[in-house]
């Protein structure tokens, strides 16, 4: 009879949610029906964040992507530790995430031009940059160099990442340098914002592209907003550090939504590809007008030169004839 009083509850399997939750308009969704439109709140737009798989998915060429270096693995060379070790949460992240870093990079093709990608996930630890994270995008500039083709950076993260100190701080200078020798080559760098791309990864390569771009309503700023407030001591502006804001007060290039970056990144490699070639055109229609010009100086002076000589041949024949007549 009370055989079942004392029994412990079974383990119930918890079903996976259907249902989404938008945080902007708070309107509630099923869940195929937000991922039809590439992760986007179809009531008010809001752009969910979304994984490196799924966006290196909406970006590239189906089919066209091809990882690089996903076997590089961070360390834990100051042996930080703080509520957790350093090397605790390295291997929580990847348990929770299936990568060895918060960076995904790669070749693909959009529009079908070749194009180096690398891109954040912010949920390996918040998308911070780390040494493995620099040297993952360092090798995709040298590829793309390699290449002679694009780069692109998507970020989504909170910026360098503590745990490792100076060496994350490193990587905004070793990036930086490294897309210099890429724009010294004359390749395109196009930087993508998502939302959040803060901190050091703001104060580095994210805001050093050809072009950058923005989702919309991003996160974008170096510290966040309490902390902004409590250094200046004044009432900040209401939506300072979102994209909308950026865009109109010329920080960024243009906000382009989801569902329209393929074809808007495919629109502007054509562009430099094809000004690229405008260039070349110019220059060498240049180089033949001067070879022309040297050639018909050459000709001028030699043609100078056979008159001299002809004028001196009279000279002697004259002379000579003055001798005999003597």
């Known amino acids: 009879m009370f055989g079942n009083l004392f029994k412990k509850d079974e383990v119930v399997q918890e079903t996976p949610n259907q249902w989404i939750k938008c945080p902007k308009c708070t309107s509630l969704m099923y869940y195929k029906e937000v991922e039809a439109k590439q992760n986007v709140c179809p009531k008010c737009n809001h752009h969910f964040r979304i994984s490196a798989e799924k966006r290196i998915a909406s970006i590239a060429d189906e089919g066209s992507f091809v990882e690089f270096d996903n076997t590089l693995a961070p360390v834990d060379p100051l042996k930080f530790s703080d509520k957790k070790s350093y090397k605790k949460r390295i291997e929580e992240a990847k348990a929770k995430t299936g990568k060895t870093s918060s960076v995904m990079s790669g070749s693909c093709t959009i529009g079908g031009m070749p194009i180096e990608i690398a891109v954040f996930d912010f949920?390996?630890?918040?998308?911070?940059?780390?040494?493995?994270?620099?040297?993952?995008?360092?090798?995709g500039i040298n590829r793309a160099i390699k290449n002679n083709c694009g780069f692109i950076i998507v970020s989504a993260s909170g910026g360098a990442r503590m745990q490792e100190s100076t060496y994350s701080l490193l990587q905004m200078s070793k990036t930086s340098a490294a897309l210099n020798r890429l724009h010294q080559k004359d390749l395109p760098f196009i930087s993508i914002l998502t939302d959040p791309t803060?901190?050091?990864?703001?104060?580095?390569?994210?805001?050093?592209?050809?072009?950058?771009?923005?989702?919309?309503?991003?996160?974008?700023?170096?510290?966040?907003?309490?902390?902004?407030?409590?250094?200046?001591?004044?009432?900040?502006?209401?939506?300072?550090?979102?994209?909308?804001?950026?865009?109109?007060?010329?920080?960024?290039?243009?906000?382009?939504?989801?569902?329209?970056?393929?074809?808007?990144?495919?629109?502007?490699?054509?562009?430099?590809?094809?000004?690229?070639k405008v260039v070349i055109e110019e220059v060498v229609p240049e180089k033949v007008e001067t070879e022309e010009v040297v050639q018909e100086e050459e000709v001028i002076e030699e043609v100078e030169t056979e008159e001299v000589e002809t004028e001196e041949v009279e000279t002697d024949t004259e002379v000579t004839e003055d001798e005999s007549k003597v």
């Open 123 to 139: 949920s390996f630890m918040g998308g911070s940059l780390g040494s493995v994270e620099g040297e993952k995008i360092v090798r």
């Open 198 to 276: 803060m901190g050091g990864v703001s104060a580095s390569f994210a805001m050093l592209g050809d072009i950058i771009m923005a989702e919309p309503g991003a996160l974008i700023g170096f510290a966040g907003q309490r902390v902004i407030k409590q250094t200046v001591g004044v009432d900040l502006p209401e939506g300072f550090q979102r994209s909308e804001f950026l865009l109109e007060h010329g920080l960024i290039d243009m906000i382009v939504e989801r569902g329209e970056m393929h074809q808007t990144l495919s629109d502007l490699f054509k562009l430099f590809k094809r000004d690229k």
